[in-house]
């Protein structure tokens, strides 16, 4: 069965040149495209694609405006959200993924790094492209307190299990992977991934990922259990 794409940028070479890359594999089809941020809500909620792929350049919204709206109509209704985006990762970036980007590419990315993102998000991943990785943890290491959450008010309200789970989720693990990790099930992981989310009023993967390095979680619980320091975030095993 073909992975559904959506394609929002107002650029139309950019676009178009999206559309021929993807339209070349055998498991992905383009459902449509579009440079407005307003109408590619309309398309995915109509369309309900596995995948949506955009820029930052859109005719009528900013991205984060696009996010924060595209996610208005409830998870259920959004699909999966990979950004693509040139430059230095800074508070706009990370607010990106706050607002609910499930990937986040560099514009210059290879199309193998492409499909691996459209594939691993559309799979339940998070995806981060190797270059925005090391830039995003380079970032987060260097900023001072950007929540203003200190770590052991954090930590009082998650238990062991749930901070285990969060540092293999910061690491770039799947849900299958940490199960393994940890000799529990699968649908444990999950259960403790909703429970995260909940406690933490987050959204997705992507957000505890970013909330686990942001406030320093990540690298205080890496120290407690003797973990070496987490790099770039790795693609997912096998691409999915």
Request: glycine share 12%; proline share 5%; net charge neutral.
């Amino acid at each position: 069965m073909s992975l559904r794409v959506l394609i929002c940028d107002e650029r139309t070479l950019v676009s178009d040149g999206l559309r021929t890359l993807l339209e070349g594999e055998t498991d992905v089809q383009v459902i449509g495209g579009t440079g407005s941020g307003a109408e590619a809500i309309v398309l995915a909620r109509e369309g309900r694609p596995d995948v949506l792929l955009t820029g930052l350049r859109l005719q009528d919204m900013s991205g984060g405006e696009f996010l924060r709206r595209l996610r208005e109509g409830g998870a259920e209704l959004c699909p999966p959200v990979v950004v693509y985006a040139l430059g230095e990762i800074t508070d706009s970036m990370v607010d990106l993924v706050r607002a609910g980007a499930n990937g986040v590419l560099a514009e210059d990315a290879s199309k193998a790094e492409l499909l691996i993102a459209v594939r691993a998000v559309a799979s339940g991943h998070a995806m981060l492209g190797p270059p925005v990785a090391r830039r995003m943890l380079d970032w987060l290491r260097s900023s001072d307190d950007p929540v203003g959450v200190p770590y052991p008010a954090v930590a009082n309200n998650l238990t062991g299990r749930e901070r285990e789970i969060l540092l293999l989720t910061a690491r770039g693990l799947s849900a299958d992977e940490i199960a393994g990790r940890l000799f529990i099930s699968v649908a444990t992981v999950r259960t403790h991934l909703y429970r995260l989310r909940c406690k933490l009023q987050l959204k997705d993967r992507a957000q505890l990922v970013t909330f686990a390095y942001q406030t320093g979680l990540a690298r205080s619980v890496d120290s407690r259990f003797g973990c070496p320091p987490a790099g770039g975030l790795p693609a997912p095993s096998g691409g999915v």
